[in-house]
């Protein structure tokens, strides 16, 4: 495998992970349900969920830690997540690769299993964590496996819960959840933020004259061409009917002239092949200390897009 072809996957595998809306939220009981359960079928003092971010292995659920987070590199979990079956180490302190938190943590034995999505994306582990050395029996490899696809199980729940059943974006529901997340993490290392709020003109006459059926296909290309304009650390949803949402993160007002005009020649080359013509009006607002959550965004966004939408009908109107 290429390194080009690594880092493609790895970029997907952040984007899964990031549109399931499960990172840096609040722990919940179906999550520790789970590893309360490891704790006591292990007879270990330690149990993570893990999720395997850029940078860092943040727990969802935890118990017998106190820290959220910990630095991937040179984590059991940035090494688990690289296979499918259960990474078993009897020994810590004779394999090298983490002898340095060997130290640090007292960790002596180590068991992780990846958890995969729907996709098959590795996106963390169920780890489980003793202060001695000890075996691992078949019996113990197999309940491993059981409680970490019950977790996937959980996950699909979720993930489904956040997905538009039609363009396999992020929902409202889903937005708002990773949204305010998103904007949480920019606001903590100061980087800018920026929404756009898209509402498409002339999707009602496609309705209208060519049927719904038509008019779901036109929505579902509009989602293909904002996935494939924007970058995979943006976030693209449909938030219902006809508009779309996408927050970009790291990026200013100052730089969505070249995605924009990216999608304008995507959308103007795709209605060369229909006998209709679809546009778009668009508002495109800038995070700053004004807006106090992720709902305050969305509607200065959502202003600036119907004020781009009189401005349009009213010139249409005057040269007619």
């Not at 997340?181 to 756009?196: D, E, G, L, V, W």
Request: hydrophobic fraction near 35%.
């Amino acid at each position: 495998m290429t390194v080009k072809a690594t880092q493609r996957d790895e970029q997907s595998r952040l984007a899964e992970l990031k549109s399931i809306g499960i990172l840096d939220t609040q722990a919940e009981e179906r999550y520790d349900r789970f590893t309360r359960l490891a704790k006591r079928a292990f007879n270990v003092p330690f149990v993570t969920l893990s999720m395997v971010d850029e940078n860092r292995e943040w727990f969802k659920s935890k118990q017998g830690i106190e820290q959220t987070e910990l630095p991937r590199e040179g984590s059991f979990s940035a090494e688990a997540i690289k296979q499918d079956g259960v990474t078993v180490i009897q020994d810590v302190t004779r394999d090298p690769r983490f002898s340095a938190f060997t130290r640090e943590s007292g960790i002596k034995f180590y068991a992780g299993c990846p958890i995969k999505t729907l996709r098959g994306y590795r996106i963390g582990t169920l780890c489980i964590a003793d202060t001695t050395p000890r075996n691992f029996t078949p019996e113990d490899h197999a309940c491993l496996l059981d409680l970490s696809r019950m977790i996937e199980e959980e996950i699909t729940v979720q993930s489904i819960a956040n997905i538009d059943d039609l363009t396999s974006l992020f929902n409202r529901r889903g937005f708002l959840g990773i949204g305010e997340h998103t904007i949480s993490i920019c606001k903590r290392m100061r980087r800018p933020a920026t929404m756009m709020f898209f509402d498409l003109d002339g999707f009602k006459e496609v309705n209208d004259q060519y049927g719904h059926a038509e008019g779901d296909k036109v929505l579902k290309n509009i989602g293909t061409l904002l996935l494939s304009v924007f970058r995979n650390s943006d976030v693209v949803a449909r938030m219902g009917g006809d508009e779309f949402c996408v927050l970009l993160t790291g990026t200013d007002t100052a730089h969505v002239d070249r995605p924009l005009e990216n999608l304008a020649a995507s959308v103007e080359l795709q209605n060369n092949a229909t006998p209709y013509d679809i546009g778009y009006s668009v508002g495109v607002v800038e995070y700053g200390d004004r807006h106090e959550s992720i709902n305050k965004l969305m509607e200065d966004a959502d202003d600036q897009m119907y004020k781009q939408k009189r401005t349009r009908k009213s010139e249409t109107s005057l040269s007619a």
